[in-house]
């Protein structure tokens, strides 16, 4: 099983970045997909999830209409397009999965959920 980021790097402020979490080894169309992200001296946070059953998604407020996930169910692959990036963006972001639909839910609250997969994380810089 794993769960494999990429497309971290440095952003300036105002910038893009595309993150990718492909999955394999589970049958992760079936699984609610998303991402956390922690930087450092701060709590793990919330940003964004989706069913890949049924393309339901879900936003912390603080990145509401400047992220976007999406899902490939053919690539087994979920994106987060990262737009205006500020330096609150920062941090190390993480790919998690679970098969429960509803492990969603904690993502806009940040709520603990013990998701039974993770990614390794990928470094997220956003420079003024």
């Known amino acids: 099983v794993q769960l494999v980021e990429s497309g971290g790097g440095l952003a300036q402020t105002g910038g893009s970045l595309r993150l990718s979490c492909a999955a394999s080894?589970?049958?992760?169309?079936?699984?609610?997909i998303g991402w956390l992200r922690q930087a450092p001296g701060k709590g793990r946070e919330g940003v964004a999830c989706?069913?890949?059953?049924?393309?339901?998604?879900y936003y912390a407020d603080s990145v509401k209409g400047r992220f976007t996930i999406s899902r490939d169910n053919a690539k087994n692959t979920v994106y987060l397009q990262m737009n205006s990036l500020n330096a609150e963006d920062a941090a190390v972001y993480y790919c998690v999965a679970d098969r429960l639909r509803e492990a969603c839910m904690n993502v806009p609250t940040s709520a603990p959920y013990p998701y039974d997969y993770w990614g390794q994380g990928t470094q997220v810089t956003v420079s003024s």
């Open positions: 080894g589970f049958a992760s169309n079936d699984y609610a």
């Open positions: 989706v069913s890949m059953r049924d393309g339901r998604v």
